[in-house]
């Protein structure tokens, strides 16, 4: 928290006088940094005390002062302020040895007995004031002296002490000023100025202060207000030069005494006083009777009585208390007249010779508050500075009632009153301007345990204010005009209020407290296990947001608060949050009424309909409820999937199970802190006549949907591919309740085979064939895609690109070959045409035995009868969609290479590759998830049909972790997929230790002005139309303009369509920033001879970029989606092997941006980036892949403020998702709202 706040939190629990460990270990560490101000040090050198938590806490802050003299002027200033007292006076002395130094000695009064520090000597007479301040301090708070080292032993001094003289106002003197002087000088207070009232020939004004403990006054008049105030500044010089004078004068000689004054009678001797006593009520008077007692209350208060404050729970019971401030029993008549009575009560005084504080039994008078305010207003003179202290108070009390600003409430007993409110920041200022003025006595009435503890002006000022305002608003009229009730008759309290009344005055109080509300929670005991008719106990508890750990609400009360906020006067709170929490749970309002509520009995009834029916409408009205694990959470009930009969089953590989015929049986479980229950205790269960049950020597809470599933066990069968799938998931979802579940029998022996497949304890070994070592992490995907295709289902490998997953499926295809035989079958690979080669060339290298049909072309020819077991036929998606004869043939098992191609389950590719039969499927693919899950599902559904569920029932339940990969959905939806889903990343530990690093730049550029004019041309024109337009009109335009400014952000001649025939190097690098910045980058890789990969998204952009470094002299070579096959791997080889040091290979992401190694590169640039991250990363690991032995250097090409700048912190932010959850394309920013959009493709910076 900031200084002001913890400044705040310190003031008030030293006021409350409480135990705060947290609060000083806090100031402790604020000193020692230097980060306490000068109010707060204050507050820790004289206001703490009466905790042992507080010594090293003031000893650190006097340490602080000692390193820092120049803090005690102000802290000495500021406890005189607050003390009503002058503030210290300095004498002073100079000396000379070998150099002027100069000794000073600071002496403060502040209750008429002095206090001095010891003689500073320092080599300026600022430094020697500030350190005699600081030994000041010291001896005022009871501290060793911090400076004793540099203490002057004895001191010469030239002259006594002199006592300042009054200046003699001459004609053109300002006694206003000079008065200001005196006060600066800490001979009196600040002068009280009270505004200036009009007078007959003018104004009068009035103008008080205090020194040595006089109050003195002074008043005059002027035509003016200034010149009034300046006469009444002039008289309060002439008391003060009078007072001085007295000062100095020497003790008069003994007289003889004169005779004794006659004693007056004291008052009738109250009761003793005793905690949290109210005040005594008022009697009944009649006019007479209120007469006298005006008299004797104006006779004492010009006497000098003090006066102070006695709450009470009603307002309107809440009065004043006079008494001598010496503590003395107060004179007064042997009877008084009503409504005043006599009063007793521990009140804290100062002690009668010195400063520290006593605590005294003293007896009074109380005065109703309302009686007094025609008296307390008025100024007097000779009164008590308490009397003075609270007339601001009483002011301020009364303006907020004639400003209407009151409000009705109930009390604790449900009386009516009237109350101060709202509390604004504005009369929360008031309040705290009027208590700086309240003496010591106007708040010395005992509070708390502590012996010498006092409530801080604040807190005695609030019940003030809802004192008056209940005073001067239930007045003797106010039944007579407008009926008999609450608030206006005067209370009694036989009157109970009706729920309809209560939860009205709630309503108010609500809106009108300032303070946060705090959070109550019930915590619900275990009953005792020895009852027979168990009842619990429910304990409150308080915090002050739901980050904080609850407290019980019994130490509040008592006193310990653990929050500064968390004080009993929370407690009107607390009552109208259990008065609401009454409303759905009726056993609220027995704690409600309770004095302190602290704790409620609640029966089993209640327990049950606690759980049952109010938990949720508490919660809804700021009430949670904690229940014990024993009594509630013992109980779990589970779905178990599984034939009853068939534990002793062992599941075999084409056993039938996931037959499409086969249903499975369901039903519920019990358990009791994971031990099943027997059919005994579930009956039990079931038959249980009360919410609260023993079992097992424990009582148990049964709530009705346990109690319901005890009595209906068995649940409806369940298809198999369901089964499998809730049982993988381990959730079910039945009449749209998601219930938990777990295998048995047959199905738990296949779930565990597949959750063990990647590490099945009989690894696969690498085939004899097989002309390779595999890898650690290929061997293990070799295992597990040889027992999952075994066990009947079939697979996603889906490794990071580069990790060998086309090694791995050779391997596969060898081992069914060598261990099945004939059976295997002939295995088809599906792939984009550009892989074609890469894939021949791959099994020519590690499987050169194997046979290889290249079906694919116009001449293709498939001769079924020749395929044999260990064939391999390759084809790509697009003949695959125009040959039929592919799904005539049975495969053993078919690969679709670059699944992503598939995930589009409606298309003609899709829909081709499910028609082909076959035993077993294998899917490979480095990007699994390019844009939403349900690319993923359409994948998988391929592998094995029908086992995540349909398309919408999919997206239903999982779609929510596409916008939150951490919800709850996401775990049930990583175990569905964990058995059929492969995934390793090349950062993965251990997985690939010998792949060197890869490091990222961002090259941001700026546009040229022609790039920018015609950006923001674009931008303006376009915007108007997309503003003006809906539907599928607008989200074509959205995407013709993020197209548009993508092409002016490469260059202007991509934008223009301009023709390359005239276009010179130098021409083109200068409308261009980013081919400025792609100029210097490959200049100095041509110095270095290391090879680069350009990436770009548009071949006419390729084009540009080819056409221009061939003209600067560069070995340049460009693959897009029309190079034909044959020579997109003429083009491969030639880079690899190029004998020029650093050659360029530009290539379109789309056609290049897979399958290829290139190695060979150790630079990639991506010269406009692809609106996905997944695809990004496809295309810079062509050369950060297995093979690659330099640290590979990833350039990112950026206008800056432009529509690439926004969108790279987009995919930077989308980088952070799961692997199942990874970033949308540009379709969806088309659905972004105009002032989105506009924010998206603005120019600006970042």
């Known amino acids: 928290m900031d200084a002001d706040a913890f400044r705040s939190t310190l003031q ?8 705060a460990a947290a609060v000083a270990s806090e100031a402790t560490r604020r000193i020692a940094r230097g980060h306490l101000d000068v109010a707060a040090l204050r507050t820790v050198l004289f206001d703490t005390g009466g905790s042992d938590v507080w010594p090293p806490v003031q000893q650190a802050a006097i340490t602080a002062v000692a390193a820092n003299p120049a803090l005690a002027p102000s802290i000495i200033s500021m406890h005189a302020q607050l003390l009503r007292t002058p503030s210290a006076t300095v004498r002073e002395g100079q000396g000379d040895d070998g150099q002027p130094f100069f000794v000073a000695q600071a002496t403060f009064a502040p209750a008429g007995r002095d206090i001095t520090g010891s003689a500073q000597r320092a080599r300026t007479r600022k430094a020697a004031r500030q350190q005699a301040m600081t030994t000041l301090i010291a001896a005022l708070a009871n501290l060793p002296d911090p400076l004793a080292d540099r203490a002057v032993p004895e001191w010469n001094w030239d002259t006594p002490a002199a006592q300042p003289q009054a200046p003699a106002p001459a004609a053109e003197a300002n006694p206003v000023s000079a008065l200001n002087e005196f006060h600066q000088a800490g001979h009196i207070t600040r002068p009280d100025y009270r505004p200036p009232t009009p007078a007959p020939t003018g104004f009068t004004a009035t103008v008080t202060a205090i020194h040595r403990g006089r109050q003195l006054t002074g008043e005059g008049a002027g035509p003016t207000k200034r010149q009034a105030r300046a006469e009444a500044a002039d008289r309060l010089l002439q008391a003060l030069q009078n007072a001085l004078g007295a000062d100095a004068e020497p003790p008069a000689a003994t007289e003889p005494a004169a005779a004794a004054a006659p004693v007056q009678p004291a008052l009738p001797m109250p009761p003793a006083p005793t905690e949290n006593q109210e005040p005594p009520r008022a009697l009944p008077a009649g006019p007479a009777d209120l007469f006298a007692a005006h008299r004797l209350l104006e ?3 010009a006497d000098g009585a003090a006066l102070t404050l006695l709450p009470s729970r009603h307002p309107g019971r809440t009065a004043w208390m006079l008494f001598q401030p010496d503590g003395a029993p107060l004179l007064a008549p042997g009877h008084l007249p009503p409504p005043l009575q006599p009063v007793a009560r521990d009140l804290v005084l100062a002690s009668s010779g010195g400063i520290m504080p006593r605590r005294a039994t003293v007896t009074g008078i109380a005065v109703p508050v309302g009686l007094a305010l025609p008296a307390l207003l008025a100024p007097r003179e000779g009164e008590h500075p308490s009397v003075t202290g609270w007339r601001a108070g009483l002011r301020l009390a009364v303006e907020c009632v004639a400003q209407q600003r009151v409000y009705p409430a109930l009390t604790a007993d449900g009386q009516g009153c009237w109350r101060i409110g709202p509390i604004t920041d504005p009369l929360r200022t008031a309040v705290t301007e009027a208590a700086a003025r309240m003496a010591p006595e106007g708040h010395c009435l005992l509070a708390g345990h502590s012996p010498l503890r006092v409530p801080a002006p604040e807190h005695a000022l609030w019940p003030l204010l809802d004192a008056v305002a209940d005073a001067m608003v239930r007045t003797p009229g106010a039944a007579p005009l407008l009926g008999p009730g609450p608030f206006t008759s005067t209370p009694t309290p036989d009157t109970e209020p009706s729920a309809e009344l209560w939860a009205w005055a709630d309503a108010i109080e609500d809106a009108a407290d300032p303070r946060p509300a705090a959070r109550l929670t019930l915590r619900i005991k275990e009953p005792e296990n020895t009852e027979h008719a168990p009842t619990a106990q429910a304990v409150l508890l308080l915090a002050t947001d739901d980050h904080d750990e609850p407290v019980p609400a019994s130490s509040i009360w008592e006193g310990h608060p653990s929050h500064s906020t968390l004080t009993p006067a929370v407690l009107p709170g607390v009552r109208r949050a259990l008065r609401r929490g009454a409303r759905h749970f009726p056993p609220l309002g027995d704690l409600a009424a309770q004095d302190r509520p602290r704790r409620l009995t609640l029966s089993a009834e209640d327990l049950a309909r606690l759980h049952d029916h109010a938990v949720s409408p508490l919660a809804a009205a700021g009430i949670t409820v904690h229940w014990p694990t ?4 013992a109980l779990t009930a589970t779905a178990v999937i599984g034939r009853r009969h068939d534990a002793d089953d062992e599941f075999t590989p084409g056993s039938g199970f996931l037959a499409l015929d086969r249903l499975v049986d369901c039903r519920w479980h019990i358990s009791l802190d994971g031990e099943p229950l027997t059919e005994d205790e579930m009956t039990a269960l079931a038959d249980a006549a009360w919410p609260l049950i023993r079992m097992r020597g424990r009582w148990l809470l049964i709530d009705p949907d346990t109690a319901r599933r005890a009595r209906h066990r068995e649940l409806a069968p369940l298809p198999s591919l369901d089964a499998l799938a809730a049982a993988l998931s381990g959730t079910l979802t039945l009449d749209g309740e998601t219930l938990d579940v ?9 779930v565990d085979a597949l959750r063990q497949a990647p590490d099945d304890p009989r690894p696969v070994p690498p085939p004899t064939s097989l002309n390779a070592n595999l890898r650690h992490y290929q061997q293990r995907a070799l295992t597990w895609l040889a027992h999952t295709l075994d066990l009947g289902f079939g697979a996603l490998l889906a490794d ?36 074609i080669t890469n894939w021949q060339r791959e099994i020519a290298r590690f499987a050169p035995d194997t046979a290889v049909l290249r079906y694919h072309g116009t001449g293709r020819t498939l001769d079924t009868d020749a395929l044999g077991h260990t064939t391999v036929v390759i084809t790509t998606y697009g003949t695959l969609r125009r040959d039929p004869d592919l799904a005539a043939t049975h495969w053993g098992l078919v690969v679709a290479d670059e699944a992503q191609h598939i995930k589009n389950p409606a298309s003609a590719t899709a829909k081709a590759l499910r028609d082909l039969p076959a035993r077993s499927r294998l899917a490979v693919t480095g990007t699994p998830v390019e844009n939403n899950l349900t690319e993923l599902w359409a994948i998988l559904d391929w592998t094995n049909p029908g086992l995540f569920g349909t398309r919408a029932a999919f997206r239903a339940r999982y779609g929510a ?13 990583a175990r569905l997929i964990a058995p059929f889903m492969l995934r390793r990343r090349k950062s993965d530990p251990g997985i690939a230790p010998e792949l060197p690093g890869k490091i990222h730049h961002h090259r941001v550029v700026a546009l040229t002005d022609e790039q920018t004019g015609l950006y923001e041309a674009i931008v303006r024109d376009t915007m108007h139309k997309i503003t003006t337009s809906s539907g599928i009109e607008r989200r074509g335009l959205v995407l013709k303009l993020l197209q548009a400014l993508r092409q002016i952000c490469n260059t202007p001649t991509l934008y223009l369509k301009e023709p390359l025939d005239d276009a010179e190097p130098a021409g083109l690098a200068h409308r261009s920033g980013k081919l400025a910045a792609l100029d210097d980058l490959t200049a100095t890789l041509a110095d270095r001879g290391e090879a680069a990969l350009v990436f770009t998204g548009y071949i006419q952009m390729g084009r540009i970029l080819e056409h221009h470094l061939r003209a600067r002299g560069r070995s340049v070579r460009f693959l897009h989606g029309g190079t034909p096959p044959a020579r997109r791997q003429h083009l491969v080889d030639a880079f690899q092997h190029d004998p020029d040091p650093a050659p360029v290979f530009i290539l379109s992401v789309k056609a290049a941006g897979t399958g290829l190694t290139l190695t060979r590169a150790e630079h990639v640039i991506h010269y406009d980036r692809p609106w996905n991250p997944a695809v990004e990363d496809q295309a810079t690991d062509r050369a950060h892949r297995i093979g690659q032995h330099r640290t590979v250097q990833v350039h990112h090409l950026i206008t800056e403020g ?16 799961t692997d199942a959850v990874l970033t949308s394309g540009e379709g969806a920013l088309t659905e972004l709202d105009d002032t989105e959009l506009t924010a998206l493709v603005s120019l600006g910076t970042r």
């Open 12 to 19: 008030r629990v030293v006021a409350q006088g409480t135990s």
């Open 299 to 301: 006779q004492a208060l």
């Open 630 to 633: 024993a009594l509630l959470g």
């Open 742 to 750: 777990r295998p048995a029998g047959t199905l738990a022996t296949l």
């Open 800 to 835: 990071d690109m580069g990790l060998g997953k086309t090694l791995t499926t050779i391997a596969l295809h060898l081992h069914r070959a060598e261990t099945a035989g004939e059976a295997a079958g002939p295995t088809l690979v599906v792939c984009p045409a550009s892989l």
């Open 961 to 973: 972790v596409e916008k939150d990969p951490g919800a709850p959905a996401a775990a049930g939806l």
């Open 1202 to 1217: 432009t529509v690439e700048d926004h969108i790279n912190e987009l995919l930077a932010r989308k980088r952070a998702l």
